[in-house]
């Protein structure tokens, strides 16, 4: 097995960097927040976060390819590093702390590309978690101060906390009933959105989350931590990883009944 301590030791230098970028335009008065084609907002930090992850990667990994929301792919080769800037850039333009910079790499294999390191910075939360295939997944401040993560031992849907995003997004794909009746099945159901419920499930917090719609660099930080923490992340046609374009994460113990109201 690949040891993959210098990438994760790299990805966590990358983090310190965004985070002093993102928290010293967080809250700004003078922010400027442009509309993009598909009518999400991307702001000037989102950008400013992304150029500076692109070119410490250029100079420390200039064999790797680059995956970023704001300015696309660039490079080709087995190893991609995958980034979110801003995950939650709604929140962070009104001032809502729950967002983070999201730094995945992954890898080709024989199953295709997989996530192998993931790195998901939350600083105005003051929250950091992250994982490497084969080497356990962590929060805390940082790799030497840090406590283990695992997920629940929930067995039972009655029994489970459901998180998720919004309700429009699985209106808007017509399957907004599968959905509402997974959430009666559920003990207790949460709204938090963007990174933290995958996170809350890597922690054992939260038993279950899924999310109809998403892009590589929302998915693939998070799959790689879940995995770690010993649960399951895959779409919701029961695909392993984070490549199906919708997502679904658990402890592994609900995932089939989870996928059994939520699958296409």
Same mark, same amino acid.
């Given at each position: 097995?690949?040891?993959?301590?210098?990438?994760?030791?790299?990805?966590?230098?990358?983090?310190?960097?965004?985070?002093?970028?993102?928290?010293?335009?967080?809250? !700004?008065?003078?922010?400027?927040?442009?509309?993009? %084609?598909?009518?999400?907002?991307?702001?000037?930090?989102?950008?400013?976060?992304?150029?500076?992850?692109?070119? +410490?990667?250029?100079?420390?990994? *200039?064999?790797?390819?680059?995956?970023?929301?704001?300015?696309?792919?660039?490079?080709?080769? *087995?190893?991609?590093?995958?980034?979110? %800037?801003?995950?939650?850039?709604?929140? /962070?333009?009104?001032?809502? %702390?729950?967002?983070?910079?999201?730094?995945?790499?992954?890898?080709?294999?024989?199953?295709?590309?997989?996530?192998?390191?993931?790195?998901?910075?939350? %600083?105005?939360?003051?929250?950091?978690?992250?994982?490497?295939?084969?080497? $356990?997944? /962590?929060? $805390?401040? +940082?790799? +030497?101060?840090?406590?283990?993560?695992?997920?629940?031992?929930? +067995?039972?849907?009655?029994?489970?906390?459901?998180?998720?995003?919004?309700?429009?997004?699985?209106?808007?794909?017509?399957?907004?009933?599968?959905?509402?009746?997974?959430?009666?099945?559920?003990?207790?159901?949460?709204?938090?959105?963007?990174?933290?419920?995958?996170?809350?499930?890597?922690?054992?917090?939260?038993?279950?989350?899924?999310? *109809?719609?998403?892009?590589?660099?929302?998915? !693939?930080?998070?799959?790689?931590?879940?995995?770690?923490?010993?649960?399951?992340?895959?779409?919701?046609?029961?695909?392993? $990883?984070?490549?199906?374009?919708?997502?679904?994460?658990?402890?592994?113990?609900?995932?089939?009944?989870?996928?059994? /109201?939520?699958? *296409?």
């Amino acid at each position: 097995m690949a040891d993959y301590h210098d990438d994760l030791r790299f990805a966590h230098v990358l983090a310190d960097a965004a985070d002093a970028t993102t928290m010293e335009r967080f809250k !700004a008065l003078d922010l400027k927040v442009e509309t993009k %084609p598909d009518m999400t907002p991307v702001s000037e930090a989102d950008k400013a976060t992304e150029e500076l992850i692109r070119t +410490s990667l250029q100079r420390a990994r *200039p064999r790797d390819a680059v995956l970023g929301e704001e300015f696309g792919s660039e490079g080709s080769g *087995p190893r991609r590093w995958v980034v979110d %800037p801003i995950d939650g850039t709604k929140n /962070y333009v009104r001032g809502v %702390p729950v967002w983070a910079t999201l730094i995945a790499l992954m890898e080709r294999g024989e199953g295709g590309d997989r996530p192998v390191v993931g790195v998901v910075s939350a %600083p105005a939360l003051g929250r950091r978690w992250w994982a490497a295939e084969g080497l $356990g997944a /962590y929060t $805390g401040r +940082s790799l +030497s101060s840090a406590s283990r993560l695992a997920v629940s031992r929930v +067995s039972d849907l009655s029994d489970a906390s459901f998180a998720y995003s919004s309700l429009s997004g699985w209106e808007e794909r017509g399957r907004l009933h599968g959905f509402l009746e997974l959430t009666r099945a559920c003990w207790r159901t949460r709204g938090y959105g963007d990174f933290w419920p995958y996170m809350m499930v890597a922690e054992g917090s939260v038993d279950i989350c899924a999310e *109809p719609e998403l892009s590589l660099w929302d998915m !693939a930080a998070n799959a790689v931590i879940v995995q770690e923490a010993g649960g399951r992340f895959t779409g919701l046609d029961g695909v392993p $990883g984070p490549n199906s374009g919708d997502a679904a994460a658990s402890n592994g113990l609900l995932h089939g009944a989870m996928l059994d /109201y939520l699958r *296409p």
